[in-house]
């Protein structure tokens, strides 16, 4: 069975400073994985995914993401952050993996507030 | 390109009623997926639709059912509403093996 680990359910930052927002995985294949975000009343955004392409994987705004596999992680990086970046962030496995047609699984989520 | 719109925004509705909630994909998509996301319990799985047939769902009660039409839009019924359906219902849809895209959701309120 797949399932993600979100290990922080509450990370701040001030703005300019590095974001790290961590993910662990547990698949018995090799996994499609991705990040999510949600902002206040809003659906998912996409933010990156991996598909066994690259194990560093650039997304929108700014935020990468590095495959490792033998620390089974997923974690999302991000140089400096933006007050905007403030929001919900899932780390998704998809289900069953190597078809992005699949269900995704969600981990629990990170709240993100970034302080001015 | 327009994105994926769900409607009813809200819904209020009492205990044994029932909800329709509404959602059309991206245009090209041919699935489309429903997710619950209730406080205090995440984001769970609910229904896979793709190409008209139901290919996946997850542990819910067949209470919650839905049908996905011919233009691909979809349908989630709830029937005999609880306290506990509350929550924001969230639609994606998908090319074949993409990723999915969310709507902003429909937001159930049972009272």
């Known amino acids: 069975a797949q399932s993600v680990t979100q290990l922080d359910s509450h990370v701040s930052v001030s703005e300019g400073t590095p974001v790290l927002l961590r993910c662990n995985y547990s698949?018995?294949?090799?996994?499609?994985l991705f990040w999510y975000v949600q902002h206040p009343n809003k659906g998912l955004q996409l933010l990156l995914k991996?598909?066994?392409?690259?194990?560093l994987v650039k997304g929108i705004n700014g935020f990468e993401a590095e495959f490792k596999k033998s620390e089974t992680s997923f974690h999302l990086t991000k140089p400096s952050a933006h007050m905007s970046d403030a929001a919900e962030y899932f780390c998704?496995?998809?289900?069953?993996?190597?078809?992005?047609?699949?269900?995704?699984?969600f981990g629990q989520g990170t709240e993100l507030s970034v302080k001015p | 390109e327009a994105g994926v719109t769900q409607s009813p925004t809200h819904l209020i509705k009492t205990r044994g009623q029932q909800a329709t909630l509404r959602c059309s994909p991206i245009?090209?998509?041919?699935?489309v997926y429903w997710y619950q996301q209730a406080l205090g319990l995440g984001l769970q799985f609910l229904l896979w639709?793709?190409?008209?047939?139901?290919?996946n769902r997850g542990n819910f009660p067949p209470r919650f059912s839905g049908r996905q039409f011919p233009n691909y839009s979809s349908e989630l019924n709830v029937n005999a509403l609880e306290l506990e359906d509350s929550a924001l219902y969230l639609c994606?849809?998908?090319?074949?093996?993409?990723?999915?895209?969310f709507g902003d959701g429909t937001r159930l309120s049972i009272l």
């Open positions: 994606a849809s998908s090319r074949s093996n993409q990723p999915q895209h």
């Open positions: 698949s018995s294949y090799s996994p499609s």
């Open positions: 991996y598909t066994s392409a690259a194990t």
């Open positions: 998704v496995v998809s289900d069953p993996p190597r078809n992005q047609g699949g269900k995704l699984i």
């Open positions: 245009s090209g998509h041919t699935s």
């Open positions: 639709y793709e190409e008209g047939e139901e290919r």
